[in-house]
């Protein structure tokens, strides 16, 4: 099963040095299986405020590896539904965090993220979290 993997944990993969999180442990196994799934706004953000132009071109050449999945308007209209539902809830988020909640649903993939808005979502979505192999 493919997996969407969130900013989060590209952004550490590809900026920290020294130990690694298990969230950072696990996309370098789904990385080496094959199971990644990038999506465009991932792919932006990991690539938004990057200063050096250098640096830049080196991401983006590792990101290659990685082609997108296209979205529809579908994800567009679930995304804006989960949007709505979350707000009528008292759950914020960003709408780049509703696009990857869209996409999991109607992928049937689970997201890896370190951030804890997704455990909030998931406690109204029909979203599925990658477990680590570890935890």
């Known amino acids: ?12 993969a590809f900026r920290k040095e020294g130990p690694k999180s298990e969230c950072v442990i696990e996309l370098q196994h789904l990385i080496q299986e094959g199971r990644i799934q990038m999506i465009g706004i991932i792919r932006m953000e990991i690539l938004s405020g990057i200063r050096s132009e250098k640096m830049f071109q080196v991401l983006r050449e590792r990101l290659e590896a990685f082609p997108d999945r296209a979205l529809d308007a579908e994800v567009f209209e679930t995304a804006a539904q989960f949007l709505n539902l979350c707000r009528s809830k008292g759950i914020q988020g960003s709408n780049n965090d509703f696009i990857i909640c869209a996409c999991s649903m109607l992928w049937r993939m689970p997201i890896l ?3 804890k808005d997704f455990l909030s979502y998931r406690s109204v979505l029909p979203i599925e979290l990658a477990r680590l192999r570890n935890g």
């Open 1 to 12: 099963m493919r997996v969407i993997v969130d900013t989060d944990v590209w952004s550490e």
């Open 113 to 115: 993220s370190k951030d």
